[in-house]
């Protein structure tokens, strides 16, 4: 058992898009927040944030230091860099504690610790992520624009992925790496003029740390500029052992607010949607805060009682 050391109104587990909003938000509201964060965030490899307005091509590391020189006007939140490796609810108030026999108490806890990626296991795609391997279109499709593209994944839901890509190039293979494609897929895929290779790979081939083809086991070579990887996330452990009610897509369900299945609970960005966005993560996270500001003002949930707040 961690001996407590601290009470705060809320702890914000994730120092990412959607943390760094609510901690924002609730900051200027004058809550005691915590935000710990371990400071290895999910995009931390990319080049460049997209599609927020005001920060496009900023570097992920810069967004979080200007976020966080920006949160020093605002006394009453702190950061611990560490990891929560436990959450605990106990006469009311949630007990997290971090992985050095540290602890708090607070009345509200968000989630804020994005997904975990997972990654085929290929030669060379180690080198290539984030450089020319992405999982989003929407973040990367306009760097690699009229370019030859290839998507990787496997059903399900292949079929729904892949003509994404048709608006950024109408040069696109599908690749499978050796699985078999159900035959509605191949027929969907078809439809849209994309080439399918079921062969496996062999390696992604490199060139001045870019991909540069897709050898297959077959030997044949197939030049690409960037891959595209359906993406297949999953909970870190640390949410997978609240046991909260998770939506169909394997995401934590959350209401209109931002509220967990578990009182006093609340979840923001990436670990709630497949929609994964710098800015939509700080959407979540700022909605979640005037939940949760509200819930420590009133002491219970209010959020269809009261009016919208406004900027």
């Known amino acids: 058992m961690c001996e407590q050391q601290n009470v705060v109104d809320v702890v914000v587990v994730g120092g990412g898009p959607a943390g760094l909003a609510a901690a924002l938000c609730l900051g200027r509201a004058r809550r005691s927040v915590l935000v710990v964060d371990s400071g290895s965030p999910r995009h931390a490899v990319a080049e460049g944030v997209?599609?927020?307005?005001?920060?496009?091509?900023?570097?992920?590391?810069?967004?979080?230091v200007e976020a966080w020189d920006q949160m020093r006007a605002y006394p009453s939140v702190s950061r611990y860099d560490g990891t929560v490796v436990s959450l605990e609810r106990r006469d009311g108030s949630w007990i997290a504690a971090s992985g050095r026999d540290e602890s708090w108490a607070a009345t509200a806890v968000l989630l804020a610790t994005g997904v975990v990626d997972q990654h085929p296991e290929l030669r060379g795609y180690d080198a290539l992520?984030?450089?020319?391997?992405?999982?989003?279109?929407?973040?990367?499709?306009?760097?690699?624009?009229?370019?030859?593209?290839?998507?990787?994944?496997?059903?399900?839901?292949?079929?729904?992925?892949?003509?994404?890509?048709?608006?950024?190039?109408?040069?696109?293979?599908?690749?499978?790496?050796?699985?078999?494609?159900?035959?509605?897929?191949?027929?969907?895929?078809?439809?849209?003029?994309?080439?399918?290779?079921?062969?496996?790979?062999?390696?992604?081939?490199?060139?001045?740390?870019?991909?540069?083809?897709?050898?297959?086991?077959d030997g044949t070579r197939l030049a690409r500029h960037a891959l595209f990887v359906v993406p297949t996330p999953r909970l870190p452990g640390l949410v997978a052992t609240l046991r909260l009610e998770l939506d169909e897509?394997?995401?934590?369900?959350?209401?209109?607010?931002?509220?967990?299945?578990?009182?006093?609970?609340?979840?923001?960005?990436?670990?709630?949607?497949?929609?994964?966005q710098v800015i939509e993560a700080a959407a979540q996270g700022l909605r979640a805060a005037f939940s949760i500001n509200r819930q420590l003002a009133f002491g219970r949930s209010v959020s269809h009682q009261l009016p919208l707040e406004s900027a």
């Open 50 to 64: 997209h599609n927020f307005l005001t920060r496009e091509g900023i570097p992920p590391a810069a967004l979080r």
């Open 129 to 217: 992520w984030g450089h020319s391997i992405f999982h989003c279109p929407y973040c990367h499709g306009w760097e690699v624009r009229d370019q030859p593209l290839a998507v990787l994944g496997q059903d399900p839901g292949l079929a729904q992925f892949a003509p994404l890509l048709t608006s950024w190039s109408d040069d696109i293979v599908v690749c499978t790496n050796g699985a078999p494609l159900a035959p509605d897929s191949a027929s969907e895929l078809s439809a849209r003029g994309l080439e399918v290779r079921t062969a496996p790979i062999a390696e992604l081939e490199s060139k001045d740390g870019k991909l540069d083809a897709i050898r297959f086991y």
């Open 249 to 276: 897509r394997g995401f934590v369900r959350v209401d209109e607010d931002g509220a967990t299945s578990a009182s006093g609970l609340w979840a923001a960005g990436d670990v709630t949607s497949r929609r994964h």
